[in-house]
């Protein structure tokens, strides 16, 4: 789960109207969208898994939520399944601390060993390490189209990042290979899809996660829970 949400995360964030003044620049779309990406204050955003098995503390992956306060707050809650079951796992991380809710149970705050088996969705949009500074920096860059999405105008590019620049946005995510990255970005430069496919499943086998961002710089209010 922690390889996924970072390659979904990984992959991501940001919106707009019309076409993209870049049209046909895949390295421009790129740059352009880690500008927009760096000034945001907070994003929500929702992921899912398309392809591939992702565990996350023993359970499948099926989809994600989450809400982004920068610099250091999240709040996330993953879709998980055991055999025919799915079920809610929520992970808080404020101030510094990280709580999990399992199901049938209150909040639990975890010692720092066990906060990093979790993801920490906002070091994706860190200025210096994050997608700000990993996006424009893929190699094989492709102008693929302009084209619709939500009845809006966007670019849509490819491009490749090696491991190691997925690994740098979330250490969980730990790909055995190079990562396919296809995102769709607005006229304003915030990218509204992203789709990433790699080797960051169970066991280093295939898998691919698309993320889907509708909300920047939302009204956020991520508080410590109780345990």
């Given at each position: ?104 149970s209150r909040f639990e705050e975890v010692n720092q060993s066990q906060a990093a088996q979790f993801p920490d ?12 500074a990993v996006i424009p920096s893929g190699t094989q860059k492709k102008y693929i189209s302009s084209e619709q ?17 997925v690994r740098s946005l979330l250490t969980q995510l730990n790909s055995s290979g190079p990562v396919a990255a ?46």
């Amino acid at each position: 789960m922690r390889r996924l949400l970072a390659a979904a995360a990984a992959a991501v964030a940001l919106t707009g109207c019309s076409g993209n003044e870049a049209t046909g620049d895949a390295p421009k779309v790129l740059r352009d969208s880690a500008a927009a990406m760096a000034k945001l204050q907070s994003v929500s955003a929702t992921l899912k898994l398309t392809k591939g098995t992702v565990t996350i503390q023993g359970f499948r992956l099926v989809s994600a939520k989450t809400s982004v306060r920068m610099p250091a707050d999240s709040d996330t809650v993953y879709m998980v399944k055991e055999q025919d079951i799915t079920f809610a796992l929520q992970v808080v991380i404020a101030a510094g601390h990280t709580y999990v809710h399992l199901p049938f149970s209150r909040f639990e705050e975890v010692n720092q060993s066990q906060a990093a088996q979790f993801p920490d969705m906002a070091k994706l949009f860190d200025p210096s390490t994050g997608l700000p500074a990993v996006i424009p920096s893929g190699t094989q860059k492709k102008y693929i189209s302009s084209e619709q999405l939500d009845g809006k105008t966007v670019d849509h590019v490819s491009t490749t990042y090696t491991p190691e620049q997925v690994r740098s946005l979330l250490t969980q995510l730990n790909s055995s290979g190079p990562v396919a990255a296809n995102i769709w970005v607005r006229s304003d430069h915030l990218i509204r899809k992203a789709v990433l496919d790699g080797a960051f499943g169970d066991g280093g086998k295939e898998a691919a996660v698309e993320v889907d961002i509708s909300a920047f710089n939302p009204t956020v209010t991520i508080t410590s829970p109780t345990p």
